[in-house]
């Protein structure tokens, strides 16, 4: 509970065989888990994500994973079927306090939770935030509503339900402000979220560190369109509307085709971009790693192109920040409230040659 003890890498979340399946947690031994692997099935039948079920596989194996530790620490077998609160208050007492191993910082990085001076934004915890831990306990209930809805599992769910946030939420328009409410036990204070946004000075000083017209043209449709980072790496060349100034991107919630307006200088890095690259292969995202042979451009990638300017500024962006900077032109945040193009002209810095012959043509 107090985080000592690492918990034994045991198991996995592995590519499934079908659509209906894309991902499902397997054992030790390389066998699926098959409670969780129905719970999973009749998540994707509920029309979620890929990137959801395979979330929930996660999930579900820290507690997993912990009911084998606490097997092993006590030759105690603990079925799933039989665990209890004092489970629960395991898990959550170890998430409080066990590092992140997905936190890990090379040498010279700056200290855990520490603000940075330049943005105002802290660094990450070396733990799991509190928003992790909520996310693994609304999980593992839903899990457990499941197979005692079909007769399966223990007769009590072993996560503290929560009724007065349940009698508050049930008959609330969306127009209405949030109420207050009591958290359930061994739920985790949850901070409310500020949208974020870049200042234009040190815009234009992130916007100077990129190297070539290929990130040039992704900051500027990131902050101008306030797409995903998944869905602007994911565009093709059909996917843009040249005349029109706008993108198409797979949505992650909808996963629907959604048409979405960028800034004129995106438009025209992107092609300074191709025009030096050549256009992809027919079917394969526009952006390209820009040494070694062809291939589509990573997230991790990308990432690495933000922390090579961070290290440079002293600075700790995120690709996400960039999302918010798009929503926050507007007066919000997300998908309905994305960057006037016309808004974003005054941050797209205006030195490169391309802009002048596009701006004299």
Not at 182 to 207: C, H, N, Q, T, W
Not at 257 to 271: D, Q, T
Request: glycine share 10%.
């Amino acid at each position: 509970m107090l985080g000592r003890r690492d918990v034994p890498q045991i198991g996995a979340v592995v590519a499934g065989s079908t659509p209906l399946m894309p991902y499902v947690v397997v054992d030790g031994a390389g066998a699926g888990v098959d409670v969780v692997n129905r719970y999973l099935r009749d998540r994707m039948l509920g029309d979620v994500s890929p990137l959801t079920c395979r979330s929930y596989g996660y999930d579900l194996l820290r507690w997993f994973r912990l009911l084998w530790l606490l097997w092993l620490l006590w030759l105690l077998e603990v079925d799933w079927g039989e665990a209890t609160e004092a489970e629960t208050a395991v898990m959550v007492g170890w998430l409080r306090n066990a590092g992140n191993p997905q936190r890990t910082r090379r040498p010279g990085s700056p200290q855990p939770g520490s603000v940075n001076v330049r943005t105002g934004k802290p660094e990450p915890g070396a733990g799991y935030a509190p928003a992790t831990i909520a996310h693994v306990l609304t999980v593992v209930s839903g899990f457990y509503d499941f197979h005692m809805h079909f007769g399966g599992g223990p007769l009590l769910n072993p996560l503290p339900q929560n009724t007065s946030r349940r009698a508050v939420l049930s008959h609330r328009s969306p127009l209405e402000d949030p109420r207050p409410h009591r958290r359930a036990r061994l739920r985790p204070k949850l901070a409310r979220r500020m949208v974020r946004s870049i200042p234009d000075g040190l815009f234009e000083e992130l916007f100077a560190q990129m190297r070539s017209d290929r990130d040039r043209a992704l900051l500027a449709f990131y902050v101008s369109s306030g797409a995903r980072a998944s869905e602007l790496l994911g565009l093709r060349m059909d996917d843009i509307d040249w005349p029109g100034k706008k993108i198409h991107v797979i949505s992650k919630g909808s996963r629907l085709r959604e048409a979405i307006p960028a800034s004129p200088y995106a438009f025209v890095y992107l092609a300074c971009y191709l025009g030096k690259a050549g256009p992809p292969q027919d079917g394969t995202p526009v952006w390209r790693a820009l040494r070694g042979p062809e291939r589509p451009l990573t997230y991790s990638a990308m990432r690495q192109v933000l922390e090579r300017a961070n290290a440079l500024l002293s600075t700790n962006w995120t690709l996400h920040d960039l999302r918010h900077d798009g929503g926050q032109a507007r007066g919000g945040s997300g998908r309905h409230a994305r960057r006037d193009p016309d808004d974003h002209a005054a941050r797209a810095p205006d030195h490169h040659p391309a802009v002048y012959d596009a701006e004299a043509g």
